[in-house]
Nanobody, 121 residues
Framework: HVQLVESGGGSVQVGGSLRLSCVAS????????MGWFRQIPDREREGVAG???????SYADSVKGRFTISQDSAKNILYLQMNSLKPEDSAMYYC????????????????WGQGTQVTVS
């Protein structure tokens, strides 16, 4: 099964940007749905963005227009470009795959990375 490792998190000021990366191994991305999720302590994991094998994307309403999910199949890397960051975007961010198409539900994704922390202040 696919193994996932996230990176790119950090601390940033309100209005700033970060790009998260998720390196996949053990399988080729782009063959199935992949997603980005985030979680803060004592809260359920929230779906942020998803991308299908055909490249179509979907986003949570809270990040539409600010976040962009993309993938580089040649490098086997999934990205999340985050712009205009807000304090409420602070969370641990996880990538996940493979997922049930057209969903951003935690239980519909098979493998998860260890997460990367994003703090906006």
């Amino acid at each position: 099964h696919v193994q996932l490792v996230e990176s790119g998190g950090g601390s940033v000021q309100v209005g700033g940007s970060l790009r998260l990366s998720c390196v996949a191994s053990g399988d080729t991305i782009g063959r199935y749905r992949m997603g980005w999720f985030r979680q803060i302590p004592d809260r359920e994991r929230e779906g942020v963005a998803g991308i299908e094998s055909d490249g179509s994307t979907s986003y949570a309403d809270s990040v539409k227009g600010r976040f962009t999910i993309s993938q580089d199949s040649a490098k086997n890397i999934l990205y999340l470009q985050m712009n205009s960051l807000k304090p409420e975007d602070s969370a641990m961010y996880y990538c996940a795959a493979p997922g049930v198409p057209c969903t951003l539900v935690e239980g519909n994704f098979g493998s998860w990375g260890q997460g990367t922390q994003v703090t906006v202040s």
